[in-house]
């Protein structure tokens, strides 16, 4: 199943990678390793003042065309082109094929096939 589940994630689009990941931060309780795609910066930067995110961008690796960002672990921002950058699709593959929980709301959001069992 697992290799199943594999095959599905590398034939993604980038957003819907994207949104897998972060059903995992939830359903994982990892919520320091959410992204966002750059259409969201504005909205979450909103409530900060303007000097915390010049430091972000200062003290992290960002650049504004990128697609998506996230924060590291000094909550400070990093950009990547690609998903692929900063997504681990064997991990997140394992992840789906060992949590059903997971498995089952990608299923349902139709992230996913149904995958046959092995």
């Known amino acids: 199943m697992r290799d199943k589940i594999y095959d599905q994630l590398k034939n993604m689009d980038d957003y819907d990678v994207m949104r897998a990941w972060n ?3 939830d359903v994982l309780q990892y919520m320091d ?19 915390n995110v010049a430091s972000f961008v200062f003290y992290g690796d960002f650049n ?22 900063f997504v ?3 991990q997140l593959a394992d ?24």
């Open 23 to 25: 059903h995992r931060c």
């Open 33 to 51: 390793d959410y992204m966002y795609d750059m259409g969201s910066f504005d909205e979450l930067m909103c409530d900060e003042k303007p000097i």
């Open 64 to 85: 504004p065309h990128n697609e998506f960002f996230t924060f590291n672990a000094l909550g400070n921002l990093l950009s990547f082109g690609s998903i692929h950058h």
């Open 95 to 118: 992840d789906i094929a060992h949590n059903h929980e997971l498995r089952e709301y990608l299923i349902n959001v139709e992230l996913l096939e149904v995958p046959e069992h092995d």
């Open 88 to 90: 681990e699709i064997e």
